[in-house]
């Protein structure tokens, strides 16, 4: 055997797979197309907003209070500041669907959250324009992931326990037979006990047949823009965002380059035939939706994005991750399909992950099992 156990994909689950992997002592190797951080799949665009008050279902909250532990633990381990503990807001109308499951999910879980009026935003953060009767909620708990950089320091630190790392090296074919899974590259095969396939938009090859029609990848589109004041959008006073206005659901972070704001979803996630050659570019259409966007709900950021980016992430139809053991040999975890929502609980779930290759844990997060009912 080469190894006990191969990670498919070196990013946002794979790396923390292979730290949690490495870290209880298997001996694992990860393979990576590219190579740790890379900005072409879901790790990409600097930051990653991180949330514990959740709209999308309190089943989600015990991972994230998990993930939260986890991200503040690698940043001890690898010496990076990955985790800012800057708080989160979300604005939206208090009949809105997002407001009010949020409200109650963190009520049901235990989740301390603050309701702002507008007049309350208005004076502690005056960033934002709010829309007639609009409102917003903070959670304390928030705050923001350097997300390449997380990437990266995971794949150190497992390193640094033993793992190894095949960069740019992209996986052809994952062969599970009753002995031993088969890991063919351009160069050589592979033999290991276990495989983990953590590929994110690349992942559908190697998944079961029954979700070849289920996940698809898309492409994400983020801006930076230049504020009047950058103060006003430093850690210590900008919460991460999130924002539900009519059909909109726009995200943004604090600066980390002390010179522009990220905001992204001024345009919607949108299928593309293939994360290897889709357009990273924006149109001018796409630009000019933008500028709109911008200038309607913030008070002080130029319109004009200073630059513009796009990245990748694997989608499900019911838009929750695939997560458990797939296949008559049982010697494949899938953990991929983040849904534009991953990288936040990537820690919790690149941790059951490992407990399913070490303790043989089928399903280790039931909602996420491969086996469960999903629309086709």
Same mark, same amino acid.
């Given at each position: 055997?080469?190894?006990?156990?191969?990670?498919?994909?070196?990013?946002?689950?794979?790396?923390?797979?292979?730290?949690?992997?490495?870290?209880?002592?298997?001996?694992?190797?990860?393979?990576?197309?590219?190579? %740790? &951080?890379? #900005?072409?799949?879901?790790?990409?665009?600097?930051? =990653?907003?991180? *949330? @514990?008050?959740?709209?999308?279902? +309190? $089943?989600?909250?015990?991972?994230?209070?998990?993930?939260?532990?986890?991200?503040?633990?690698?940043?001890?381990?690898?010496?990076?500041?990955?985790?800012?503990?800057?708080?989160?807001?979300?604005?939206?109308?208090?009949?809105?669907?997002?407001?009010?499951?949020?409200?109650?999910?963190?009520?049901?879980?235990?989740?301390?959250?603050?309701?702002?009026?507008?007049?309350?935003?208005?004076?502690?953060?005056?960033?934002?324009?709010?829309?007639?009767?609009?409102?917003?909620?903070?959670?304390?708990?928030?705050?923001?992931?350097?997300?390449?950089?997380?990437?990266?320091?995971?794949?150190?630190?497992?390193?640094?326990?033993?793992?190894?790392?095949?960069?740019?090296?992209?996986?052809?074919?994952?062969? %599970? &037979?009753? #002995?031993?899974?088969?890991?063919?590259?351009?160069? =050589?095969?592979? *033999? @290991?006990?276990?495989?983990?396939? +953590? $590929?994110?938009?690349?992942?559908?090859?190697?998944?079961?047949?029954?979700?070849?029609?289920?996940?698809?990848?898309?492409?994400?589109?983020?801006?930076?823009?230049?504020?009047?004041?950058?103060?006003?959008?430093?850690?210590?006073?900008?919460?991460?965002?999130?924002?539900?206005?009519?059909?909109?659901?726009?995200?943004?972070?604090?600066?980390?380059?002390?010179?522009?704001?990220?905001?992204?979803?001024?345009?919607?996630?949108?299928?593309?035939?293939?994360?290897?050659?889709?357009?990273?570019?924006?149109?001018?259409?796409?630009?000019?939706?933008?500028?709109?966007?911008?200038?309607?709900?913030?008070?002080?950021?130029?319109?004009?994005?200073?630059?513009?980016?796009?990245?990748?992430?694997?989608?499900?139809?019911?838009?929750?991750?695939?997560?458990?053991?797939?296949?008559?040999?049982? *010697? @494949?975890?899938?953990?991929?399909?983040?849904?534009?929502?991953?990288?936040?609980?990537?820690?919790?779930?690149?941790?059951?992950?490992?407990?399913?290759?070490?303790?043989?844990?089928?399903?280790?997060?039931?909602?996420?099992?491969?086996?469960?009912?999903?629309?086709?």
């Amino acid at each position: 055997m080469d190894a006990d156990v191969a990670v498919v994909g070196v990013g946002s689950i794979g790396s923390l797979v292979m730290w949690e992997l490495a870290g209880r002592g298997v001996d694992v190797i990860g393979f990576e197309q590219h190579a %740790p &951080g890379h #900005d072409r799949g879901a790790a990409g665009g600097e930051t =990653r907003l991180f *949330r @514990v008050a959740y709209s999308d279902g +309190a $089943a989600y909250i015990p991972l994230l209070r998990r993930s939260r532990e986890a991200w503040l633990r690698l940043c001890e381990e690898s010496g990076h500041r990955l985790f800012e503990p800057c708080g989160g807001l979300t604005i939206g109308s208090p009949q809105q669907r997002q407001i009010l499951d949020l409200q109650a999910n963190a009520a049901a879980e235990g989740v301390p959250v603050e309701v702002l009026s507008a007049g309350e935003m208005a004076e502690r953060y005056p960033q934002h324009r709010l829309l007639d009767g609009e409102i917003g909620v903070f959670d304390a708990a928030a705050g923001m992931v350097r997300c390449d950089l997380a990437v990266l320091a995971a794949a150190e630190v497992a390193r640094a326990r033993g793992a190894q790392v095949v960069a740019r090296s992209p996986v052809v074919t994952v062969r %599970p &037979g009753r #002995d031993a899974v088969h890991i063919d590259t351009a160069d =050589r095969t592979w *033999r @290991v006990r276990q495989v983990v396939i +953590a $590929a994110g938009s690349w992942s559908a090859g190697f998944l079961p047949a029954q979700w070849a029609s289920r996940v698809e990848p898309r492409r994400i589109a983020l801006g930076w823009y230049a504020p009047e004041a950058v103060a006003q959008y430093r850690p210590e006073v900008y919460p991460v965002v999130i924002r539900v206005t009519h059909d909109l659901f726009l995200y943004g972070a604090p600066t980390v380059d002390g010179a522009t704001v990220k905001v992204g979803g001024t345009q919607q996630a949108r299928a593309i035939p293939d994360p290897d050659s889709f357009d990273r570019r924006h149109s001018r259409e796409e630009t000019e939706v933008a500028r709109e966007v911008i200038s309607e709900f913030f008070t002080s950021l130029r319109p004009e994005p200073l630059r513009m980016d796009a990245f990748t992430d694997l989608y499900t139809t019911d838009e929750r991750p695939v997560l458990g053991r797939v296949g008559d040999e049982g *010697r @494949v975890v899938v953990a991929t399909g983040g849904s534009g929502r991953g990288f936040k609980m990537a820690p919790a779930l690149a941790a059951a992950a490992a407990e399913a290759v070490v303790d043989g844990t089928d399903a280790p997060i039931p909602f996420m099992s491969p086996t469960r009912s999903a629309p086709a």
